[in-house]
């Protein structure tokens, strides 16, 4: 891989975070029985992965307990290989890390440098897909740094670009495993054919629900912890979801989380909510043969914000779905506003929330990378 030119830390950037960590620190406490510093807690609730945070700014040739959970989580996002001894990984920070950290932030857009500084931690923080970046050793993400000043596409596919049979224009699909969630099976019915609907709109694919698993092509469940599959759950927060290349065609959601089906997700009450369409939407596009993408407008980006919608396919979406399976002469294009100035919105108006800041830093973090 190549040293990208933008190693420099942009000062509208350092700014920007520090106001959005200062106003995470004055931000109120709203319970008297909270232990001291905001932070601490946020990070205790927002994710397995909180500890990263005791890791900024630790770089190359140290050793400091936790770099070993590093290595776990970027070997199963795809950045390492698995340890090769059975004691797992060590907690020194060696030149294989700091390799799999550099692509880690080419792959988000963030400054190229292999250390844990603060935006890394941040944007590895951040709930996400379960599904690898990087598969087989090959990154399948296209990397940010330039993209937007030349237009070029960064949607991606699973190696060897596996897709439904062209003759197939209609899939089925069932929800088949529903028992840990609350929430009603019309109301998971209505959001499935919603998020289906994203993407036959672009495409000449149709999908239909079937109440039979073994007529449908796709089934979808919600299961936890470890399922069988060898992609155990975590919990609220950190992994949300993941789904099966074509044409395997399993969706399984982590039951862990407060999954929000109807009504508007940023008025949730709880700060862990996460937008079951917008998720839906995003593992879709596995099911269908996308792979992550670099975009952070796209579907296909892999962290989304809690107490956030993302349903509207962008451009980089659109294009890729379309050269796998054409386009719906119908469709009449994204309706997406430019990403900038849209997460840049969202991301203030969450900062008034404690325990979203922490992720909302990540948005305007990357929101400003792409944007400059
Ligand atoms: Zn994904
Ligand atoms: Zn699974």
């Given at each position: 891989m190549t040293m990208a030119s933008s190693s420099t830390t942009s000062p509208l950037l350092v700014l920007i975070t520090a106001m959005a960590v200062a106003a995470l620190v004055a931000a109120?406490?709203?319970?008297?029985?909270?232990?001291?510093g905001v932070a601490s807690i946020a990070s205790k609730i927002l994710?397995?992965?909180?500890?990263?945070?005791?890791?900024?700014?630790c770089h190359f040739g140290e050793e400091q307990q936790g770099v070993a959970k590093v290595k776990d989580y970027l070997a199963h996002f795809g950045y390492l290989p698995e340890?090769?001894?059975?004691?797992?990984?060590?907690?020194i920070f060696d030149a294989d890390l700091e390799e799999a950290i550099k692509v880690y932030q080419r792959n988000f857009g963030?400054?190229?440098?292999g250390v844990m500084d603060a935006p890394t931690v941040t944007q590895m923080m951040a709930p996400r897909c379960?599904?690898?970046?990087?598969i087989n050793g090959t990154s399948t993400m296209g990397g940010a740094s330039s993209a937007h000043v030349h237009g070029r596409n960064l949607y991606t596919y699973f190696p060897g670009s596996?897709?439904?049979?062209?003759?197939?224009?209609s899939l089925k699909y069932a929800i088949t495993q529903?028992?840990?969630?609350?929430?009603d099976r019309a109301t998971l019915s209505q959001v499935f054919a919603r998020a289906f609907a994203r993407w036959s709109a672009a495409t000449t694919l149709n999908f239909t629900e079937t109440t039979s698993a073994n007529d449908a092509d796709i089934t979808i469940g919600f299961y936890a912890g470890d399922?069988?599959?060898?992609e155990a759950f975590d919990g609220p927060l950190g992994t949300l979801a993941h789904a099966f290349s074509p044409t395997d065609g399993r969706f399984h959601l982590d039951a862990a989380e407060t999954w929000?089906?109807?009504?508007d997700v940023s008025q949730a009450?709880?700060?862990v909510a996460v937008d079951l369409e917008s998720v839906a939407v995003h593992e879709i596009g596995h099911l269908l043969g996308l792979g992550h993408s670099s975009?952070?407008?796209?579907?296909?980006?892999p962290t989304i914000t809690s107490r956030t919608r993302k349903v509207d396919l962008a451009s980089d979406d659109v294009v890729g779905i379309q050269s796998l399976y054409g386009g719906n002469p119908n469709f009449k294009g994204v309706t997406t506003s430019p990403s900038s100035s849209r997460d840049m919105d969202s991301a203030a108006g969450e900062l008034s929330r404690p325990w979203s800041a922490l992720v909302a830093v990540a948005a305007v973090a990357a929101g400003l990378v792409v944007a400059l």
């Amino acid at each position: 891989m190549t040293m990208a030119s933008s190693s420099t830390t942009s000062p509208l950037l350092v700014l920007i975070t520090a106001m959005a960590v200062a106003a995470l620190v004055a931000a109120p406490v709203s319970s008297a029985d909270l232990p001291s510093g905001v932070a601490s807690i946020a990070s205790k609730i927002l994710s397995p992965w909180s500890a990263f945070n005791n890791l900024t700014g630790c770089h190359f040739g140290e050793e400091q307990q936790g770099v070993a959970k590093v290595k776990d989580y970027l070997a199963h996002f795809g950045y390492l290989p698995e340890p090769s001894s059975s004691g797992g990984f060590t907690d020194i920070f060696d030149a294989d890390l700091e390799e799999a950290i550099k692509v880690y932030q080419r792959n988000f857009g963030l400054d190229i440098n292999g250390v844990m500084d603060a935006p890394t931690v941040t944007q590895m923080m951040a709930p996400r897909c379960g599904v690898a970046d990087v598969i087989n050793g090959t990154s399948t993400m296209g990397g940010a740094s330039s993209a937007h000043v030349h237009g070029r596409n960064l949607y991606t596919y699973f190696p060897g670009s596996p897709t439904w049979p062209r003759s197939r224009k209609s899939l089925k699909y069932a929800i088949t495993q529903t028992s840990l969630t609350s929430i009603d099976r019309a109301t998971l019915s209505q959001v499935f054919a919603r998020a289906f609907a994203r993407w036959s709109a672009a495409t000449t694919l149709n999908f239909t629900e079937t109440t039979s698993a073994n007529d449908a092509d796709i089934t979808i469940g919600f299961y936890a912890g470890d399922h069988g599959d060898g992609e155990a759950f975590d919990g609220p927060l950190g992994t949300l979801a993941h789904a099966f290349s074509p044409t395997d065609g399993r969706f399984h959601l982590d039951a862990a989380e407060t999954w929000v089906a109807s009504g508007d997700v940023s008025q949730a009450s709880s700060d862990v909510a996460v937008d079951l369409e917008s998720v839906a939407v995003h593992e879709i596009g596995h099911l269908l043969g996308l792979g992550h993408s670099s975009e952070l407008d796209a579907i296909m980006y892999p962290t989304i914000t809690s107490r956030t919608r993302k349903v509207d396919l962008a451009s980089d979406d659109v294009v890729g779905i379309q050269s796998l399976y054409g386009g719906n002469p119908n469709f009449k294009g994204v309706t997406t506003s430019p990403s900038s100035s849209r997460d840049m919105d969202s991301a203030a108006g969450e900062l008034s929330r404690p325990w979203s800041a922490l992720v909302a830093v990540a948005a305007v973090a990357a929101g400003l990378v792409v944007a400059l």
